[in-house]
């Protein structure tokens, strides 16, 4: 006898969406709540898994005197992954401007740094004094 195993929140939203996309039409939530559960999502999660689809803006709603409709349109979803993916892209192609800025920076940084003679004794110069200076510290707090 094994148990029925529950949908998780993305197969739910998944199931709801599909509603949403089969009839291209408006719903109040108590139809949602009907027609939920013929999907396999029980209807007392349907108000919280609406409301995650809302939020993410995959489901529109709106309130039209005292009611509250739904609606999504398969066109909706597509405009919405262009307009994400547009971002995205704007995001990486600042991304790689700013590493490649970043990398130049780096390297233009690098150029009075080669290691030397020089610039190693006073590397340990300054190591020395820092020393000295956190000894007079302490000596200066007792």
């Not at 898994?49 to 709106?62: A, E, P």
């Not at 262009?82 to 920076?105: A, I, M, P, S, W």
Request: hydrophobic residues 30%.
């Amino acid at each position: 006898m094994s148990k029925k195993r529950g949908l998780s929140l993305d197969e739910k939203r998944e199931k709801m969406l599909q509603i949403f996309y089969d009839s291209q039409g408006f719903f109040l939530l108590k139809e949602l709540e009907k027609s939920g559960p013929k999907k396999g999502v029980i209807s007392q999660s349907v108000k919280d898994v609406i409301q995650s689809l809302v939020d993410d803006d995959l489901v529109f709603k709106d309130k039209i005197g005292t009611s509250v409709y739904f609606w999504s349109l398969p066109s909706c979803a597509g405009n919405q992954l262009r307009t994400v993916y547009k971002k995205l892209e704007t995001d990486l192609q600042n991304n790689n401007k700013r590493h490649t800025e970043l990398v130049e920076q780096c390297k233009a940084l690098k150029k009075g740094r080669e290691e030397s003679d020089a610039r190693e004794e006073a590397l340990n110069e300054l190591k020395s004094i820092e020393q000295k200076h956190k000894e007079l510290k302490v000596e200066a707090c007792l």
